[in-house]
């Protein structure tokens, strides 16, 4: 059973950065054998990938509209994953989730939200002036 907690969300002005961190919570089993994953939910119904990583982080796929802006890392020794936000805007704001998904081989990587199996419970993100 995988148990993921999700911070670092809150307000912050159009520009600015955030750090969100995904850790597997005490007790809980390794991340190490699961693909990692950021989605967010904004006003609509529809949560949305944003960024995923491979067991290893040898693979990681982003969402368009974060390229070049978002970076997802994992740190399995610490059962944790982050996503480094830049350059914010209002779009970004939403409430972000992590997720995984087990996976037997390095390189697999997940991008739709019914492929994964845990979730955390989501943290608050507001871009606005």
């Known amino acids: 059973q995988v148990q993921l907690v999700e911070s670092g969300g809150g307000l912050v002005q159009p520009g600015a950065s955030l750090r969100l961190s995904c850790a597997g919570s005490?007790?809980?089993?390794?991340?190490?054998?699961?693909?990692m994953g950021w989605f967010r939910q904004g006003p609509g119904p529809e949560r949305e990938f944003v960024a995923a990583?491979?067991?290893?982080?040898?693979?990681?796929e982003y969402a368009d509209s974060v390229k070049g802006r978002f970076t997802i890392s994992r740190d399995n020794a610490k059962n944790t994953v982050y996503l480094q936000m830049n350059s914010l805007n209002a779009e970004d704001t939403a409430v972000y989730y992590c997720?995984?998904?087990?996976?037997?081989?390095?390189?697999?990587?997940?991008?739709?939200?019914?492929?994964?199996?845990?979730w955390g419970q989501g943290t608050q993100v507001t871009v606005s002036s």
């Open positions: 005490r007790g809980t089993v390794s991340i190490s054998n699961y693909v």
């Open positions: 997720a995984a998904k087990r996976a037997y081989f390095d390189g697999t990587i997940y991008k739709r939200t019914n492929e994964y199996n845990y």
């Open positions: 990583a491979s067991r290893r982080g040898s693979t990681i």
